[in-house]
């Protein structure tokens, strides 16, 4: 199955239609991130069929030049912002990699869905769009993919992403939990959460490819 057929019940709904007039509306009267052609990125660079890793953030970056529609992710021309150089820390104490390109679109290549649960934000105003309606979407994404998929990998960093447990069906997936890599949080047990070695560890458990990270 493709992300077309996956999403054709809620594209075709009046709720969706409502949520994009609201969205497109708010893109006319003032600037927004991310651009409005890479609103549906993620899905775009990771199709349905490819997912392996799922990691949740909450809404994009809101300053000039960083969102870039996937989560935690940024622009080359930006420095890294402050829970990205966590995770880059993170990993190269997990697997010894030292990484610098800050645009995570070979990550989502591989089979990793970075998906923010509230897909566009206002310039300079944090989650200034949580309340248009993008939960509605996203949880359905996240839900098609529990229904639909086997042995995939949830990453719920913080409490925020951790709410959307319920929509996973752990029987058949595998879900890593631990504080935010935010530097308000990071100290409370992401750094040392191990996270991609333990990704690589059950895709491989279950003969998938795993992930150049």
């Not at 651009?35 to 990691?55: G, S």
């Not at 070979?106 to 944090?126: E, F, I, R």
């Not at 359905?140 to 069906?169: C, M, P, T």
């Amino acid at each position: 199955m493709n992300w077309s057929e996956i999403l054709a019940p809620v594209r075709n709904s009046d709720y969706f239609k409502d949520l994009w007039q609201k969205v497109r509306a708010e893109y006319a009267s003032g600037k927004c991130f991310p651009p409005e052609n890479q609103i549906f990125r993620a899905l775009e660079l990771t199709p349905f069929d490819e997912v392996k890793v799922v990691i949740i953030g909450q809404d994009p970056y809101h300053n000039d030049f960083q969102a870039n529609g996937l989560c935690f992710s940024v622009s080359e021309e930006v420095s890294a912002p402050p829970s990205l150089k966590n995770i880059f820390t993170e990993l190269k104490n997990d697997l010894g990699i030292v990484r610098t390109k800050t645009e995570l679109d070979d990550w989502a290549k591989q089979g990793v869905l970075l998906l923010n649960t509230t897909l566009s934000v206002k310039a300079h105003v944090p989650n200034s769009h949580k309340d248009l309606g993008w939960g509605k979407f996203t949880d359905f994404v996240i839900r098609e993919i529990s229904d639909k998929k086997e042995n995939v990998v949830f990453v719920l960093w913080g409490a925020f992403a951790q709410k959307k447990e319920e929509l996973i069906d752990s029987s058949k997936h595998f879900i890593i939990k631990s504080a935010h890599p935010s530097p308000f949080s990071v100290y409370r047990g992401f750094y040392g959460s191990k996270p991609f070695s333990k990704i690589n560890d059950y895709l491989a458990s279950k003969k998938l490819g795993v992930i150049l990270w």
